[in-house]
């Protein structure tokens, strides 16, 4: 059991090795299996290059945190707000477009921690709720969200290489309006 010393900071735009490495390793233990190493290796390629790592890092509607263990990064949180959502869009709402976590810290609530953090983001932001894309073959995301109080409110088609894969898209209410 992970003890102590784990902290989540902000990823500053001098850290694009460390997230590009943290962003690769988790994508492919995460999705490896279900999917052909073709399909895996072009969207690696493409979604954790430098160029778009760092174009997400320098755009004010994008936050990237890492969670550090003994100085290691073990996990990261993406946020999205307002134009830069994937989908929706909507100012008053903010997007978890990624919680990863390396496959030998599951378990050990590293996953939780991030998305504390996105809330108090969300919070903070005065947001009135906060929505994410969870792909529909990956139960144990989705049952985290769901234990969190997320509803399923549609589902959307991911391309991944030539694959379409069906994403549930899940919402937890912040501000009743």
Do not use: C
């Not at 477009?97 to 005065?126: P, T």
């Not at 009135?128 to 144990?140: A, C, T």
Request: hydrophobic letters at 35%; a negative charge.
């Amino acid at each position: 059991m992970v003890m102590g010393n784990i902290k989540i900071k902000k990823v500053t735009s001098n850290e694009i090795g460390p997230l590009q490495k943290i962003g690769k390793q988790t994508f492919y233990e995460t999705f490896s299996a279900g999917n052909t190493e073709e399909n895996m290796t072009k969207y690696i390629e493409e979604g954790f290059s430098i160029e778009k790592l760092t174009s997400e890092l320098h755009n004010k509607n994008t936050e990237l945190y890492f969670a550090t263990y003994d100085d290691n990064v073990i996990g990261y949180l993406k946020l999205n707000f307002g134009q830069s959502q994937t989908e929706l869009k909507d100012e008053n709402a903010i997007e978890i477009e990624r919680i990863y976590v390396l496959k030998e810290f599951h378990g050990n609530k590293i996953g939780q921690l991030l998305y504390e953090k996105a809330l108090q983001i969300a919070k903070q932001k005065n947001a009135d709720y906060v929505w994410l894309g969870v792909w529909e073959e990956n139960p144990r995301a989705i049952n985290f969200y769901k234990k969190n109080g997320f509803v399923e409110f549609d589902r959307h088609i991911f391309k991944l290489g030539n694959d379409e894969q069906t994403d549930l898209m899940m919402k937890l209410q912040l501000n009743s309006k």
